[in-house]
Structure formats: C-alpha cells, structure tokens
C-alpha cells in the first residue's frame, strides 16, 4: 500500500481528499502546517507527498526543498488559482506536477497514479535503491536512514548494497561471501561475514532483524515493507 503525506491547513479538503484517497487503496496521513510535516517525514518515508502552498506557519516550497534533500521522492502541489504562477518556483525545485484548486479528485488521483508510475519506472535510473526507511544512494556510495547519513565501511556497505539489489530475496551467505573481498583483498570467512551483518544492523537501528531478516542457516534476505 502506498503511503501519502498530504499537508493541507483547511479541515475540510484534508477530510474529503484523505477519504478519497484511501477508498483508492492508498495510505494516508496529514499534516496541517511546515513544522508538522516536517516532524513526520523525519521520521519516515512516504510514496508521495501531496503539498499546500499557503501554510500556517510558512509554504509547500520548504517542505519540498526538504523532502528533495532527504531523497529523490514524488511531490504534487496543490495551489489556489492566484498562486499557479508561483508554482514555477516548486517545479524548479524538483516538484513533479501541481493542481489547481478547487479541483476534480478522480483528476487529482489520475496525476498522483501517473507520477508514481513515473517513479517505479525510474528507480534504477535514478541510481538510489531505497527499502523502508533506509535510501542507498549509488552516485555517492552512501546510506541514508530517515534522510541521517549513516556511515558504513567499504565492505559493510558492499554487503548492504548486495542485499539491497536482491530486496525480498533469500541471499545466501555462500553468494555473499562469493562476491566481498575486504579492503585488503583477503577473503572474508563465514564467521567475519556474521560479524559485519550485525555492525550493519547496529549502524541503521536493525537489531530486531526487521529490515535484514535471518534465514538460520542459509543466509539473509531485505524486507522491504
């Protein structure tokens, strides 16, 4: 199920759009001003992020900056018709599509659909492997947790991206000791290999096994929820 942020300060479109929203299957939480928002998407990530302009306590424009930063995610505005022009500004941000209020929920639905297929399609293009709140970033090498770096060495970020590339796939530990070499160029054996899984987990608050689960025995496998 999809996961929509959508931060709106009117009561009654945040309403009729959440109930619309999740009759179409999607996952919907809302946010009424920028200091909110902002606290919930810290916390973790959403599908797509559905953006007022005019907030309480600020605009959509530094929500979506935010959202950019932390990594490459959908974002829709939605804006008054004397705010379309300012819109301009949202896109060069990186925002993906605006929709003029008042307007039409099976046409807003219609946009968020395209824009997220849009977004499958381009995952690999864009060089991030993402699996819940974890982002691995290809262009830099680096590992990102709720938009918080999170500094790994080379082989533990060589195993993570191998588990990563294989999300929701058994890996056994025969494949993944096949393919790491340490810094050194030594082999890493079965023991060290359980070892480095469980700094990585320690590194991205995984201890529970929630986002690498263990195969006993067989090896290990990424859930991405």
Do not use: H
């Amino acid at each position: 199920m999809k996961k929509i942020l959508l931060v709106e300060d009117n009561e009654t479109i945040t309403m009729g759009l959440k109930y619309s929203l999740e009759q179409e299957n999607f996952e919907v939480d809302t946010a009424k001003n920028v200091v909110t928002a902002k606290s919930k998407i810290k916390k973790q990530d959403f599908d797509l992020y559905l953006l007022d302009i005019a907030l309480p306590d600020g605009e959509g424009y530094e929500i979506c900056k935010y959202v950019k930063e932390k990594g490459n995610y959908p974002v829709i505005f939605l804006t008054a018709k004397d705010e379309e022009t300012d819109v301009v500004q949202g896109l060069d941000m990186g925002a993906d599509d605006y929709v003029i209020k008042p307007f039409r929920t099976r046409e807003l639905i219609s946009r968020i659909n395209s824009v997220l297929r849009r977004y499958g399609n381009e995952v690999i293009a864009e060089n991030q492997i993402k699996c819940q709140n974890i982002v691995i970033d290809n262009n830099t090498a680096k590992v990102y947790k709720n938009g918080e770096e999170v500094i790994l060495t080379s082989l533990e970020y060589k195993i993570l991206l191998l588990l990563f590339n294989n999300k929701n796939i058994l890996v056994k530990r025969e494949q993944i000791l096949d393919k790491i070499w340490d810094v050194a160029g030594n082999f890493v054996n079965d023991n060290t290999l359980t070892v480095y899984i469980k700094r990585i987990r320690e590194k991205i608050d995984d201890k529970d096994g929630e986002v690498i689960q263990t195969v006993r025995g067989i090896g290990y496998r990424v859930v991405d929820k």
